[in-house]
């Protein structure tokens, strides 16, 4: 079994689940509960700040920035060459498909997963705010929702983000809003909400950071997001088209390969790898270019935008260093603009999610940061010198 898209992805039904909901409610004139809904939405489907990096140093646009020609520790040098993208196995996920050529020149890319350690030495050193930091506004909210929405009450717009809660008992796998929950006073620093902090948890990815918050690191550190080409190349390991980063066995409660769920997702979690949430960085074996957790533990940004249909225009033509498409598509979120996730995360079980593949692409609006997303930065010579 190569894949198994037996149900929906950890999050990206979300808004499929919510906006019927918000019409509902909205119909039926439950005004409170609309506007939490609303919020939620806006969380996760708002890209209208997408290019507000207001809390960004100015250090790497600076005229007197220098270039870096090494590059900063850390980083592993992933050879590039010509690979198979995607994969063609029957059960795939459409945007998979069809497996095809593709050629990236050399780079680098962070050996892990950027820490709460790393994130806090940027955030004291610029004043960052995240996103999730940030309340929203009636007016961001509006932007991105259909005609004739009602503005919610300002009260209820204060900042948080999306925690991963699990149920008590089994739920409908169709369902997301059974193990998300939005909580006002969740951030990098408060994982699950007010009370509860990363004390100790220094060496775990940083969560809760959407695609602007780890691209602001990245322009701050002097790297870069990495293309969702070059990610899965590196993914990959070395490897030639096979369905996992380490090859070619399917991960299970005996074959424990990295921070997955073993279990009954969402309700039971054996902890047979030993992590309910995030693992510190480099728990597990790393992959064939000496990189760690490029399947599971948290999701990963990468630069380019998400077209679910991209692979199907590629077929049939050479590919050299993409940058991605030029517009993001998904026909199941139509006013969603998305950025590519990489990698799966510790929610990641057979049973309903199986996108900690190589292969398995995801989009996510870039202003949502959620309990299972992080990033890893790359960096190519010429890029302005950093801090980290
Ligand atoms: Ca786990």
Not at 20 to 33: D, E, F, N, T, Y
Request: overall charge negative.
């Amino acid at each position: 079994m190569v894949d198994a898209p037996r149900s929906v992805p950890e999050h990206s039904g979300f808004r499929e689940w919510v906006r019927p909901g918000i019409g509902a409610l909205v119909l039926a004139g439950i005004a409170g509960l609309a506007v939490v809904v609303w919020v939620i939405r806006w969380r996760i489907a708002s890209g209208s700040s997408l290019q507000d990096l207001r809390h960004q140093p100015a250090a790497a646009s600076s005229e007197s920035v220098t270039k870096a020609i090494e590059p900063p520790p850390g980083m592993v040098r992933i050879p590039g060459g010509t690979f198979w993208m995607g994969i063609d196995a029957e059960d795939a996920w459409p945007d998979e498909r069809p497996a095809h050529r593709v050629t990236v020149d050399p780079f680098w890319i962070d050996a892990y997963e950027v820490t709460n350690a790393q994130f806090r030495r940027f955030v004291e050193a610029t004043g960052y705010r995240t996103t999730a930091e940030r309340a929203p506004s009636v007016e961001e909210i509006l932007a991105q929702s259909p005609p004739g929405t009602s503005p919610p009450p300002a009260e209820l717009l204060v900042p948080g983000a999306l925690v991963f809660t699990p149920p008590e008992h089994p739920v409908r796998l169709d369902d997301v809003g059974q193990w998300w929950r939005w909580t006002p006073g969740a951030n990098w620093r408060h994982p699950t909400g007010p009370g509860s902090s990363i004390e100790g948890m220094d060496d775990h990815p940083v969560v809760l950071v959407s695609w602007e918050d780890a691209a602001a690191y990245a322009q701050w550190a002097g790297k870069r997001l990495p293309t969702e080409a070059e990610w899965e190349c590196a993914a990959r390991g070395g490897l030639e088209a096979q369905p996992y980063v380490w090859g070619s066995d399917p991960p299970g409660d005996n074959r424990i390969y990295a921070n997955l769920w073993q279990g009954r997702f969402p309700d039971q979690n054996t902890l047979r790898d030993g992590y309910e949430r995030t693992a510190p960085v480099g728990s597990f074996p790393p992959n064939g270019y000496g990189l760690f957790d490029m399947a599971g533990n948290v999701w990963e940004w990468c630069s380019d935008w998400y077209d679910r249909d991209l692979y199907r225009r590629r077929a049939g033509r050479p590919v050299v260093n993409p940058q991605g498409p030029s517009r993001t598509y998904d026909p199941t979120q139509p006013y969603t603009p998305l950025k590519v996730q990489r990698g799966g995360s510790f929610l990641c079980h057979d049973s309903y999610c199986s996108r900690y593949r190589p292969s398995a692409r995801h989009g996510c609006a870039p202003d949502t940061g959620l309990s299972h997303v992080g990033f890893r930065c790359a960096w190519s010579p010429g890029l302005a010198a950093g801090s980290d």
